[in-house]
């Protein structure tokens, strides 16, 4: 079945540091991507989103490029800020199917 | 201000109670899902419903049960069946048409058992 596997946290950076969390997915055909960001206490955002090969998706300073040929959909932020401390979600949704499949979370915490 | 409401944000159940957690959205949205979420494990599907009074088991239903009676509401339950029920519930939705394939989440139910 389809599944998503992401980098185990967690993650401690200094402010300003690069963000990368790595997610590799299986699926047939062309799902959807996404990662989710759940702050302490709270139900998670979407931060960002590509639905076919070679998209990019973009918000808040975060990018992902889905990536058919490796399976692939990695985070990656130039300069994190503290405020980026969360928990990072990769998901899939099969074409035509909009159920969602998660990574199980990668802890990322940004110091001053 | 459109989105999802759950309440409550913490629940506590007793021995061999069942409890009722609620989700509503004003979004219009077709679809509804309900997630648990243990920690380390990333979210798994519950139930989800595509359309008024119709619903479906997610992967691990044993020991909850819903309800799909109005669009903007789907309640869910965690029976005395549940025997690990310990857990952060999300309840989410999505839109039938473009865009469909974005799920939105609600803040999330505590449940805790004394």
């Known amino acids: 079945g389809d599944s998503v596997t992401q980098m185990e946290g967690p993650v401690t950076l200094s402010e300003e540091a690069f963000l990368t969390i790595n997610c590799t997915y299986t699926?047939?055909?062309?799902?959807?991507l996404f990662w989710y960001v759940q702050y302490p206490g709270e139900g998670l955002q979407l931060l960002l989103k590509a639905t076919k090969a070679d998209d990019k998706g973009s918000n808040k300073g975060f990018e992902a490029t889905y990536r058919k040929e490796t399976t692939s959909f990695h985070l990656e932020k130039g300069s994190v800020q503290v405020s980026d401390s969360a928990v990072y979600f990769c998901?899939?949704?099969?074409?035509?199917?909009?159920?969602?499949?998660f990574g199980a979370g990668t802890t990322v915490t940004v110091r001053a | 201000d459109g989105g999802i409401t759950q309440s409550p944000k913490y629940l506590f159940r007793k021995e061999g109670q069942n409890v009722t957690l609620s989700c509503e959205q004003n979004?219009?949205?077709?679809?509804m899902y309900w997630y648990r979420q243990d920690p380390g494990q990333g979210l798994r599907l519950i139930y989800y419903?595509?359309?008024?009074?119709?619903?479906q088991k997610g992967d691990i239903a044993e020991g909850y049960s819903v309800s799909r009676e109005k669009k903007e509401s789907f309640p869910l339950t965690v029976t005395s069946a549940q025997k690990n029920p310990t857990a952060f519930y999300l309840c989410a939705s999505n839109v039938a048409g473009g865009n469909q394939e974005t799920q939105y989440f609600g803040p999330g139910t505590r449940l805790l058992v004394l």
């Open positions: 419903s595509q359309i008024v009074n119709d619903f």
């Open positions: 699926a047939t055909g062309y799902p959807s």
């Open positions: 979004l219009n949205h077709d679809a």
């Open positions: 998901a899939l949704s099969p074409l035509n199917d909009y159920k969602l499949s």
